[in-house]
């Protein structure tokens, strides 16, 4: 059983609309906020040799991630830290703020815990003050489908490429990325840290529609060896890149750089150059 | 060290403001929004002979009491929940709904992860549309102090009076009160979570102020050994009860039934009874 099975469990309690998107929403008459939570720890989250600076940073990064795929504007973060090592806190709190302070977002503290296993959890709440937050559902037949930089590149870096191990562990959300998609026309959106083919698989569901992308649009970094790279895109996970979805007519008006990789179908299938695509990518296993 | 102490750690890094309340705040045109997030776990937040579904309950209700605390309706929940066991999951989740669902709040799902202890950690939301958060920093020489309930229940609980065991398992948060002190004027308040004791300690210092209680004033439940009640009460923890401070002439317009336990002096010394008050409570220890 893995999360998103696990998720099952509680659609029933909490009503399907609340487990769908990348975070939650809340509207407010000033303006729609949404809301991410992201639980990290040691074994499964932080690989060995990031610094704990990095795990601040990181652990805040997830989180603006979350928010950046609908499209708004982080501006709060409160972390629970469950610590090993107390030693340990004074890095992570700096790596945290300076994330924070990367993106414009104010560190409100939270709350601290002693914990055999070093656990963080970041929560988040954006803002959008002028329209409405991209989510998974909408993606239509004719869409492009689209993502954000280069893909691979943190599963390259876990794997000993030591050119992306600072890509691996201090991750750059896409905060302008994800606004600009959303005010050019976005209809669907989400990260793609859990890797691109289950990310295509949920906003399919979502959305009830199909995907037909091509394997050698994938934008992948130059000087590697493509087929590791594009399994690492594909499966890997860790890559904090946008993935989203607009009609075709809307794309010019996108004032960032982008790479269109396929289009949305009605037949609901995933197929990469028209062969089924796997349906696998970063899970937790219980 | 315990978690007071490294709150020294965080400090210069978030600045003093960040670690002063039960919440973090966020101004918005349409009113003021709190934020508090809680680490729970196995060995040290739920007591032997708790079901799944009182650890859902208890989990919401800390995270809705320091939205209280703060004078705040709260709005939303998030929770990230790490697993020992997938099987309690649906549990945990309808207890979670269960406590949102009383106090009028949106459960709005969150993380799921495997973890080797239960962890949960709740996150929450809340607004003031009329007015500003009451903080710990507030309270003035002369103010009369003040508390809600009866406290020591839930220690008695857990060492054994079965009568308690239910206000131990799942604590019923003081949404109305809270409110209620902040309209009639309350200058500080907090939850009394940690104990009496060292709750009274946490608002003298933000408020540069001292305190003097009487023992006998202290709410207690009747038919219990007193004594034993009243050290419970002072020193133990687990009830979620509101301590907050009010000037004498706003106190008539409380609509509440509270207990007035003693007056805030310039003196910056706890007393009770005219004898310096041990600092103790329940703390994390490392």
């Known amino acids: 059983m893995d999360d998103r099975a696990l998720l099952d469990v509680i659609r029933p309690v909490c009503g399907a ?33 990031m610094t704990n ?8 990064a997830v989180t603006i991630s979350d928010i950046a795929a609908m499209g708004a504007e982080p501006i709060q973060i409160v972390l629970a830290i469950g610590l090993d090592d107390q030693n ?9 703020y300076a ?30 003050r002028d329209g409405e937050p991209v989510r998974r559902r909408g993606a239509m037949p004719g869409d492009l489908i689209c993502v954000t930089g280069t893909l691979g590149r943190a599963i390259l870096g876990l794997f000993g490429d030591h050119r992306f191990w600072k890509d ?33 698989y949920d906003i399919a569901a979502e959305s009830h529609v199909g995907m037909e ?11 590697t060896d493509q087929n590791k790279a594009r399994e690492a895109a594909l499966y890997g996970g860790g890559d904090f ?4 979805f607009i009609p075709e007519e809307k794309f010019k008006d996108l004032p960032i750089p982008v790479t269109r990789i ?14 089924v695509l796997q349906k696998k990518g970063y899970l937790h296993h219980w």
């Not at 340990?88 to 945290?96: C, M, P, T």
């Not at 992308?213 to 000087?223: G, M, R, T, V, W």
């Open 99 to 128: 994330c924070c302070d990367a993106y414009g977002v104010t560190y409100a503290g939270g709350d601290l815990d002693a914990h055999s296993e070093l656990t963080i959890v970041s929560t988040g709440i954006g803002i959008i």
């Open 17 to 49: 609309d609340t487990c769908s998107d990348d975070c939650a929403i809340i509207r407010l008459p000033c303006g729609t906020l949404v809301t991410s939570t992201d639980m990290l720890h040691m074994q499964s989250d932080f690989p060995e040799g």
């Open 213 to 223: 992308i091509s394997a050698e649009c994938i934008p992948l970094p130059k000087d």
């Open 262 to 275: 396929g289009r949305v179908t009605a037949q609901q299938d995933i197929l990469m150059d028209g062969t």
């Open 168 to 200: 691996l562990c201090e991750p750059q959300p896409r905060v302008r990325e994800g606004r600009a998609a959303r005010l050019a026309g976005a209809t669907a959106m989400m990260d793609i840290s859990d890797g691109l083919a289950i990310s295509l």
């Open 241 to 244: 890149e946008l993935l989203f």
């Open 88 to 96: 340990r806190l004074s890095e992570i709190v700096k790596g945290a």
């Open 53 to 60: 600076w990095q795990i601040g940073w990181m652990s805040v």
